[in-house]
């Protein structure tokens, strides 16, 4: 668990610079997309993962993107703690929820068939 204390305000507007290069960077992506039609597609689309590559790389070296690169390790670092099912407990699973939702229906269908056969009595249809 994190318990780092964070300052307020510290390093701002190094932060907002960077989000706007990044926000630059993709859309310079995308704008060379647009622009350059007469590129092959697949330059054309190496050019917007270029730009979003680029923008991402940018973004992670904020303050921001340390938290999300702190997040992301951790989350790694709690997944390897999961305790994945077997395939044969998977299947099992997956039987037992399909056979429920099956049985389920049938029973909202039965009560769907008693509701409007006495709103058709009701109703005098």
Do not use: C, H
């Not at 300052?7 to 989000?19: E, T």
């Not at 992506?29 to 979003?52: E, H, M, S």
């Amino acid at each position: 668990m994190n318990s780092k204390v964070e300052q307020p305000g510290s390093g701002a507007a190094g932060d907002i610079v960077k989000y706007a290069l990044a926000l630059l960077l993709v859309a310079a992506g995308v704008a060379a997309y647009i622009y350059f039609d007469q590129w092959a597609g697949a330059l054309r689309v190496l050019a917007v993962v270029a730009g979003l590559v680029l923008g991402a790389g940018v973004f992670l070296t904020s303050g921001k993107g340390l938290q999300t690169r702190e997040f992301l390790s951790e989350s790694r670092f709690e997944l390897r703690k999961v305790v994945w099912p077997t395939r044969q407990e998977a299947m099992r699973t997956t039987w037992v929820v399909m056979i429920a939702v099956a049985v389920l229906s049938l029973i909202l269908a039965g009560f769907d068939l008693i509701i409007q056969f006495f709103v058709k009595l009701i109703l005098g249809q």
